[in-house]
């Protein structure tokens, strides 16, 4: 079953600006993680944030988790051409050691 | 792809054939999983295994077969029974742990029906 949904489903920006991709969940969750995807490939990991925690950092990668919404975010900083791929958030729900469930994900387009 | 081979790229199935999907990863994790992927969507969990001879049904089971006789891999086979086989299936392998843990995921098999 899909727990997670992203919003938007598809985001074009220039090289440079931020790029702000959210995911909503339904029920409690043990963890949530973002994956990105190039086409045809397999998935990366990105970052993985715990219920306990509210914010995360990477790189120019920041993450958010609101578990009161059931609501995540992804923020890319200074975005490049190479950051264009699709982006999948994931969740591990409570009581459910190790499978990840997938949102339909966000197809980002960076604009050189 | 971090330690994980999946082959082949592509494979192609004809009415009615069985076909399997390797996966071999050298991570020493005890946990393989197999997802589908279908054009525009999330992954769906086929099958997964914590540990050597052992493994459990995912959402997507039906028309789908695993074994677990080594650590290291994970075959998935296809079967007739699945009427709708072409997508693209991604295995991915995680350490043990009680707290969801990370997954690193092979290329992919992109099958594709005759």
């Known amino acids: 079953s899909q727990q997670g949904e992203e919003d938007p489903q598809a985001l074009s920006i220039q090289e440079g600006e931020n790029a702000t991709m959210n995911c909503s969940y339904k029920?409690?969750?043990?963890?949530l993680q973002w994956y990105r995807q190039n086409s045809g490939r397999g998935l990366v990991h990105l970052i993985l944030?715990?219920?306990?925690?509210r914010e995360k950092h990477s790189g120019r990668l920041r993450v958010t988790l609101d578990t009161s919404k059931k609501s995540s975010s992804l923020l890319i900083t200074a975005s490049r051409a190479a950051d264009t791929a699709s982006y999948f958030c994931a969740t591990v729900p409570s009581g459910s050691a190790r499978q990840l469930t997938f949102g339909s994900g966000t197809q980002l387009t960076v604009l050189p | 792809d971090g330690g994980i081979t999946q082959s082949p790229k592509y494979l192609f199935r004809k009415e009615g054939q069985n076909v399997t999907l390797s996966c071999e990863q050298n991570l020493n994790h005890d946990a393989m999983y197999w997802y589908r992927q279908d054009p525009g969507q999330g992954l769906r969990l086929i099958y997964y295994s914590q540990i050597v001879n052992d493994f459990q049904k995912g959402d997507i089971a039906e028309g789908y077969s695993v074994s677990r006789e080594k650590k290291e891999s994970f075959p998935l086979t296809v079967t007739s029974a699945q009427k709708n086989p072409t997508a693209f299936y991604l295995c991915?392998?995680?350490?043990?742990?009680?707290?969801?843990?990370?997954?690193?995921f092979g290329p992919g098999t992109r099958l594709l029906v005759l």
């Open positions: 029920t409690s969750i043990n963890n």
């Open positions: 991915a392998s995680s350490s043990a742990g009680t707290n969801g843990e990370t997954q690193y």
């Open positions: 944030i715990r219920s306990n925690e």
